[in-house]
C-alpha cells in the first residue's frame, strides 16, 4: 500500500489530504478537513479507473458547503427537533441551522474543522477532540476516525468516540457516489437495494414522526433493487417533502453487528458499491439540493441527483424519540461504529 500527502493551505490552516493506492492502482483520498472523502478511483467493468464520489476541486470549498460532501458530521449527524434534547434531566438547546431544527451538529461541526491525522500500518487515523459545549453538546468528547483500504477495493471507516460526561453522540460519513463518474450527470439510473422493510417517516421539517411505517407498496420500497428514480417524482409525501429521497431506512434485525445493508450499482459502467454496518439506521439521501455547490474536481457545476448519500447512522433525532435505539454515550463508554464500502465491477 502507498500512502502519499500533500497540504494545502486554508483560512483554518493547512488541510492534509492523504492518497492511499492499492497494489492494483485503484486509490482513495481523505482529507484532514472533516475527517472527508475526498476522491475514490476505482475500475469499471472494462478496468477503466474513474473517481465515483462527488468533490470539489478547491480542497478549502469544503468548508461550510451545503451538501456535506464526503465529511464526517458531528457531535450528532443527521437532525434534532428545534434544536433541543434533555439528557439526565438537564435541557440542552443546540444552534438552529436547517429551518427549525439543529443539522449535522451545528455550524461550527465536525465536518467543519481540520482534524489532526498520522498513519499506522496502513491505516490513516484522524483525531478531534470536541470541547465541553461546543456547539451547545455536554462534555469533552474525543473521536478516532480510522480508514483503512485494502487491495480488494474495500475501504473501512471505523470510529471510536469518549466522553469525560454524558453525552450523546451520531456519527457518519457523508460521502456522495456517482459511478459512472464524479462528473458523469445523474445517478437516477443508478440501481439501489437496501435491507429495511420500514422508514421513518418526517414532518414537512424532516423530523421523524416517531412512527415506523413499511414500505412495501409504497415508493420508499428497495427491499428489492431498481432505479433511484423511478418512483422519485410519485405523489407520495414523503418525496414531496424532500424533493426526492431523504429519509432514515431501519435497517432490518439489527443487531448492533456489521451486515450488508445497501448495494448501489451502476448498468452503464458495470461498477457497484456494496455498503455494511453496524448502525440502525441508513439515511438515504439523492442529492436534491445540490445545485449551486461549489465546483467539481473537474471543475465543472454540480446538479440535483447528480450523487446519491447512503449515510450509515443512528436515527435522527433519537435523543428526543425513547422508542428509537438511545445515541447516549455514557462517561467513560465508548462508542464504537464500524462503515464498510466495497467496490465492485
Not at 459545549?133 to 471507516?157: K, M, Q
Not at 431523504?246 to 439489527?254: K, L
Request: net charge negative.
Amino acid at each position: 500500500m502507498e500512502i502519499n500527502k500533500r497540504c494545502v493551505p486554508s483560512q483554518k490552516g493547512d488541510i492534509t489530504i492523504y492518497k492511499i493506492t492499492n497494489a492494483n492502482g485503484a486509490s482513495v483520498e481523505i482529507s484532514t478537513l472533516g475527517a472527508g472523502i475526498v476522491s475514490v478511483c476505482v475500475p469499471d467493468k472494462n478496468g477503466n479507473l474513474a473517481d465515483v464520489v462527488l468533490g470539489y476541486s478547491n480542497p478549502a470549498d469544503y468548508f461550510y458547503d451545503g451538501p456535506c460532501a464526503g465529511k464526517v458530521p458531528g457531535r450528532y449527524a443527521n437532525r434534532i427537533a428545534k434544536g433541543h434534547f434533555t439528557l439526565n434531566g438537564k435541557d440542552y438547546n443546540l444552534a438552529i441551522n436547517n429551518g427549525p431544527n439543529a443539522l449535522h451538529g451545528g455550524p461550527e461541526g465536525f465536518q467543519n474543522q481540520i482534524w489532526n491525522s498520522h498513519v499506522e500500518n496502513d491505516t490513516l487515523v484522524l483525531t478531534y477532540r470536541s470541547a465541553d459545549g461546543e456547539e451547545g453538546y455536554p462534555g469533552n468528547l474525543d473521536v478516532t476516525a480510522r480508514y483503512t483500504w485494502n487491495d480488494n477495493n474495500e475501504l473501512t471507516l471505523t470510529f471510536d468516540a469518549r466522553c469525560d460526561s454524558d453525552t450523546i453522540v451520531n456519527l457518519t460519513n457523508h460521502v456522495y457516489f456517482n459511478l459512472s463518474g464524479e462528473n458523469s450527470g445523474t445517478i437516477l439510473n443508478h440501481n439501489l437495494w437496501i435491507a429495511a422493510h420500514k422508514y421513518l417517516p418526517t414532518d414537512e421539517t424532516a423530523i421523524p414522526t416517531g412512527e415506523f411505517a413499511d414500505v412495501v407498496g409504497t415508493p420508499m420500497d428497495f427491499t428489492e433493487s431498481k432505479p433511484i428514480g423511478r418512483d422519485i417524482k410519485c405523489d407520495f409525501t414523503a418525496l414531496k417533502y424532500g424533493k426526492g429521497y431523504d429519509h432514515c431506512y431501519v435497517i432490518d434485525d439489527w443487531n448492533g453487528e456489521v451486515k450488508d445493508i445497501a448495494i448501489l450499482s451502476d448498468p452503464v459502467s458495470g461498477r457497484s458499491v456494496k455498503v455494511s454496518s453496524d448502525q440502525p439506521g441508513v439515511q438515504i439521501y439523492t442529492g436534491n439540493w445540490l445545485e449551486g455547490c461549489p465546483k467539481s474536481i473537474s471543475g465543472n457545476d454540480y446538479h440535483d441527483y447528480d450523487g446519491v448519500a447512503i449515510e450509515c447512522q443512528g436515527m435522527p433525532d433519537a435523543p428526543n424519540k425513547p422508542q428509537f435505539p438511545s445515541q447516549k454515550l455514557n462517561a467513560g463508554e465508548t462508542y464504537k461504529r464500524t462503515i464498510k464500502f466495497s467496490f465492485l465491477k
